[in-house]
């Protein structure tokens, strides 16, 4: 820490969160078209508009039949028409009759149930039922059994699959309101830093935080609209972020320079551009020296440069801020199970959220922590499907102990 910096205490990580949240004002909806819909978070409930189905209709090809009078068990019926999908018919079925239907098609006033066609044989007009059986489905879908007109069929907060745009077209909706996509600026800094083309000379590294983050962003459905990187020099680092347009971002991830080193810039930059820093530091591990920043509605994240502390911290902090900026419903990913495997190299006097594999084992989810070699191990998550919660001054982990982790 610089001497002359204020310091704000580090926070726990869920004292954190609700600091971070306080801050988020929702972005604008919009209206989008359904091929725009994907990934995008329903701004209002999506009622349907009328019964569904709209009518009774056939759940196979066969022959919707009416019931014989009372007393009779006969199990032949007289072919009277034929109701093909999209059609409306035109009679009424009598006792003892019955219509050749299609699936998909209305169910003909008098009928009750529909003998399947591999179920059926017919010779003439004269329809013989096969296997007879008092216990056997109508197959008949009824009017208003999936919903009834006015049920939400899709909630507010839904982030939007393939099978809710298909489910708005049905109810009618073909422009949904949905939230404006966050827009992001990200800065990389470091000198040591090269495109991901080039051939590291000594002491450089490739740039994968700028594909990580734009990644991880289009994933909840951000946008990287500015990217750039600087040197670790001040003038540099202030002068760039200085031409970044004023309202062309909605979030600024500011990758290294967040510690309180003599070539970390971060806190600088974010003074330069008028943002508030709200928080300094997080009691975790990876990713301690965090930093939030506001100026207005604009959110600003300093991370630290190493990438696994920067995939932690944006799926800690990060994600559920641009999920708040849309109205997405809260999601909660925090399972718990048994441990696989012992480990012994989980000392911190931090708590820690270590890369891990979880998968289903025959008592229920067993969770394995993979291996770790620091905060710059980013081949630790080839493998990893969840984060590890660690409490502080945890000494070893047992085989069979019970563990939480974060689905990611």
């Known amino acids: 820490m610089r001497a002359d910096t204020p310091s704000i205490p580090p926070h726990s990580d869920s004292e954190t969160l609700r600091l971070l949240l306080d801050h988020v004002t929702p972005l604008p909806a919009v209206a989008v078209t359904l091929d725009q819909a994907l990934g995008r978070v329903l701004r209002?409930?999506?009622?349907?508009?009328?019964?569904?189905?709209?009518?009774?209709?056939?759940?196979?090809?066969?022959?919707?039949?009416?019931?014989?009078?009372?007393?009779?068990?006969?199990?032949?019926?007289?072919?009277?028409?034929?109701?093909?999908?999209?059609?409306?018919?035109?009679?009424?079925?009598?006792?003892?009759?019955?219509?050749?239907?299609?699936?998909?098609?209305?169910?003909?006033?008098?009928?009750?149930?529909?003998?399947?066609?591999?179920?059926?044989?017919?010779?003439?007009?004269?329809?013989?039922?096969?296997?007879?059986?008092?216990?056997?489905?109508?197959?008949?879908?009824?009017?208003?059994?999936?919903?009834?007109?006015?049920?939400?069929?899709?909630?507010?907060?839904?982030?939007?699959?393939?099978?809710?745009?298909?489910?708005?077209?049905?109810?009618?909706?073909?422009?949904?309101?949905?939230?404006?996509?966050?827009?992001?600026?990200?800065?990389?800094?470091?000198?040591?830093?090269?495109?991901?083309?080039?051939?590291?000379?000594?002491?450089?590294?490739?740039?994968?935080?700028?594909?990580?983050?734009?990644?991880?962003?289009?994933?909840?459905?951000?946008?990287?609209?500015?990217?750039?990187?600087?040197?670790?020099?001040?003038?540099?680092?202030?002068?760039?972020?200085?031409?970044?347009?004023?309202?062309?971002?909605?979030?600024?991830?500011?990758?290294?320079?967040?510690?309180?080193?003599?070539?970390?810039?971060?806190r600088a930059a974010f003074a330069k551009l008028g943002f508030t820093l709200r928080l300094e530091g997080v009691a975790l591990r990876p990713g301690k020296p965090l930093l939030f920043a506001t100026r207005g509605s604009q959110l600003a994240f300093g991370l630290p440069g190493n990438p696994l502390s920067h995939f932690v911290l944006f799926q800690l902090f990060v994600r559920p801020v641009i999920r708040a900026l849309q109205k997405a419903a809260p999601e909660n990913r925090e399972m718990t199970g048994l441990l696989a495997v012992d480990a012994t190299d989980v000392h911190s006097p931090l708590k820690t959220y270590r890369p891990a594999c979880w998968y289903s084992g025959e008592s229920g989810p067993l969770i394995e922590p993979l291996p770790w070699n620091g905060s710059g191990h980013l081949a630790s998550l080839s493998r990893a499907n969840a984060l590890l919660i660690i409490p502080p001054h945890t000494e070893s982990l047992k085989r069979g102990d019970r563990a939480t982790w974060l689905a990611i």
Do not use: W
């Open 44 to 266: 209002r409930d999506a009622h349907c508009d009328s019964d569904q189905p709209a009518f009774d209709r056939s759940a196979m090809d066969g022959y919707a039949i009416a019931p014989h009078p009372s007393g009779l068990t006969a199990t032949t019926y007289t072919l009277s028409g034929e109701v093909l999908t999209g059609q409306t018919p035109a009679f009424t079925l009598q006792p003892g009759q019955c219509a050749r239907v299609f699936t998909g098609a209305m169910i003909p006033p008098g009928a009750v149930r529909v003998i399947k066609q591999e179920d059926s044989k017919i010779h003439g007009v004269t329809v013989h039922e096969l296997h007879p059986d008092p216990n056997a489905p109508t197959h008949i879908r009824y009017r208003g059994e999936d919903c009834k007109a006015g049920d939400i069929m899709i909630p507010a907060g839904q982030i939007l699959h393939p099978s809710h745009v298909s489910i708005l077209a049905s109810i009618g909706i073909t422009d949904p309101l949905v939230s404006r996509k966050p827009r992001v600026a990200h800065i990389v800094s470091g000198s040591e830093i090269v495109h991901p083309l080039k051939t590291p000379g000594p002491g450089q590294i490739r740039d994968s935080n700028s594909h990580l983050l734009a990644a991880l962003c289009a994933e909840i459905g951000a946008s990287v609209r500015h990217r750039a990187h600087t040197i670790d020099d001040e003038a540099q680092t202030l002068d760039l972020v200085a031409s970044l347009p004023d309202r062309g971002y909605d979030i600024l991830l500011f990758s290294g320079g967040s510690g309180a080193g003599s070539y970390d810039f971060c």
